[in-house]
Every structure is written in C-alpha cells, then in structure tokens.
C-alpha cells in the first residue's frame, strides 16, 4: 500500500507518528508526505520552513515535545545576541540547534538547489521514516487580511500581514479578513508531487488546519485535480472537535473563508469531490448525518492525539475508513 499524505505542521507531524506506527505493524512502508510551505519566511537572510521542519524534527527524534515545535535540549544565545544589537523581528525566536538547519537550507538554495532536493538533504540526517515533499519549489507565502489593532502605528486601517505574525506576534487575536497564498497561483508542485498522488492507494488529510494548512496545498495548480482524479479513497479527520480546533486558529481563519467551525462544516468545505470518507471525533457523533448526506461517508471515533497509541488508532481507523471506501 502507498499512503500520501498532505499535512501542515503540529498536528500532521504528531498524526504521521502515529501512522508510521500503524503502518509498520500492517506491513507498510511507502509513505509520501506532500508538506505545506505556506508558513515558510525569510528571517535574519535564512529560510525557515516551519511546516516542513516540525515534520522532519518530529519523525526524527528531534523535536521539542511540549512545544510541538523547534528542537530539544534548545539554547537561544543567538537570538539574545540579534536582540542586543537591535536587529528583529524580536517576536519570531530561532534557537541555536534551529538556526543550524535554516542556514544550511539557505546555503543549499543560494547554490542553485530546488527546495525539494535541500529537503531530501536534511532528511538524510533525521531519517524520518518517509519521504517529504514540499508542495512546491516556488516561493509561496500565506498572508492574513486584518485590521491593525488600537496602539499599532495605523490603528483601524485594513493590512495584510504575513501568516506567522497574524499566529506568533498577534496570536491570532485580531479577527481575519481574508487569507491568500501569495504566489500559489504562479506556482507549480515540487517535482515527485504529482506522481505520489497518482502512485498512491490511500490520501490521507490529517487533522491539520484545512485553510492555511492543506488549503495552501490544495491552492497549488493541479494538487486539489490530482487528489480529485487519483481514483483512489480520500480521507480526512477533523481538526475541530467539539466545535473547537484541538489547538491553533483554525476557527478564526475558518471564519475568514466563511466557514463555521464545526466537524461537519470543514467536510463541506472539502466536499464530496475532493473527500471520500471523513472521521469526526465521537463527541460530534451528530454530525454523522449531515456529513453523509454531502456524499462523504462519515464515521466517529477518539481523535485526540494523546499518546502514540491513541494516534496509531487514530491513523488505523482512516486506513480501515478508505478500505471501506474502496469496497
């Protein structure tokens, strides 16, 4: 069996945890994942990829695990040193072991490499146990319509901001107008993205954000076709459980694509032309019904991700959903 899977950054690196086990004890060990390079930025001249590092740290033993994000055993003299020379954004901290990794991707794209073969590189040393893809090579950046809060210089004036100060700096506190991919349009997939879809048995879309997340993936030309023509089971587990985000902002930039933030309403906003099967958590049982009745078959099991055991259970149940699917 070949397993793609597209995913963002916490939520998809700890959802791949679990898969990677349940894979192996089934036998599976063709896992693609296509990443979200959406969140990527340009800070102090390097190039962080936020998604793409949580994924390669998590699956590699290297991650901080109260955070979810950044690297274990961190130190930030660094960043304490940009500080007392004044230099910023003060509100984005890179720790040391961190930095290590974004100035040799930097180094990697200044000498001509694609983001996709510096991807392969690092993964080298993390071994993550599956391939990563970025959706694209092309520079995309998600960017958040708001209206710049009282104390701000501008205050009341409409902007657009890039997608990690809208969720570091601002803490996604000021509401969300509208949400664009910057440069999607243009873009085209990395290479190795199209042929894993098309390869695949299974599409899995964890329970990462499904606007600034999967959104931004599904926004590059031909990802959102290729899913949609693989011919293969296509399933998602909600990211909103009890009408809440498990964690993150999902509900706010859901509210920016007119979204309501229920389990049913993110299967919706898929739709049964993209989705086959959608699991929702089994406190939101009663959305069963209305999922159905889009054309997505719809099932309610535990989806909180509270060890790997409950995520391998988790992952088990989207693998037994497609099988269903595909019977």
């Not at 990794?101 to 993390?126: F, K, N």
């Amino acid at each position: 069996m070949r397993i793609v899977v597209l995913a963002g950054g916490i939520g998809g690196a700890r959802f791949l945890r679990g898969l990677r086990e349940i894979a192996r004890e089934r036998g599976v060990t063709d896992i693609t994942v296509i990443g979200n390079t959406g969140d990527d930025i340009h800070l102090f001249g390097l190039k962080v990829c936020p998604d793409l590092d949580t994924v390669m740290y998590t699956l590699g033993g290297g991650i901080d695990e109260e955070q979810g994000w950044g690297r274990a055993d961190e130190s930030f003299r660094v960043k304490e040193e940009l500080a007392a020379y004044g230099v910023g954004p003060d509100w984005f901290g890179l720790g040391d072991r961190d930095f290590a990794t974004h100035i040799v991707r930097t180094q990697m794209l200044a000498a001509g490499y694609p983001l996709s073969a510096v991807t392969e590189a690092l993964c080298d040393r993390w071994q993550p146990g599956v391939r990563l893809l970025p959706m694209s090579d092309d520079r995309i950046e998600t960017h958040v319509a708001i209206t710049v809060p009282e104390g701000e210089p501008g205050a009341g004036e409409r902007k657009a901001v890039h997608f990690q100060e809208y969720w570091v700096r601002l803490r996604a506190g000021v509401e969300a107008h509208a949400v664009v991919p910057v440069g999607a349009e243009r873009a085209e997939p990395a290479p190795g993205v199209l042929e894993a879809i098309a390869a695949a048995d299974v599409v899995l879309f964890p329970p990462s954000n499904p606007v600034v997340s999967i959104g931004t993936i599904l926004a590059v030309p031909g990802i959102r076709e290729a899913v949609a023509e693989a011919g293969v089971p296509v399933v998602g587990l909600s990211p909103i459980v009890g009408d809440a985000p498990v964690r993150g902002m999902a509900d706010k930039v859901l509210a920016a694509v007119g979204v309501e933030a229920t389990a049913a309403a993110v299967a919706e906003h898929y739709g049964s032309g993209l989705l086959d099967g959608w699991l929702v958590d089994t406190v939101d049982a009663g959305a069963l019904a209305r999922v159905e009745a889009a054309g997505i078959r719809c099932r309610a099991v535990p989806l909180l991700m509270t060890d790997l055991a409950a995520t391998a259970r988790m992952a088990g149940d989207a693998l037994d959903l497609a099988a269903e699917v595909r019977a």
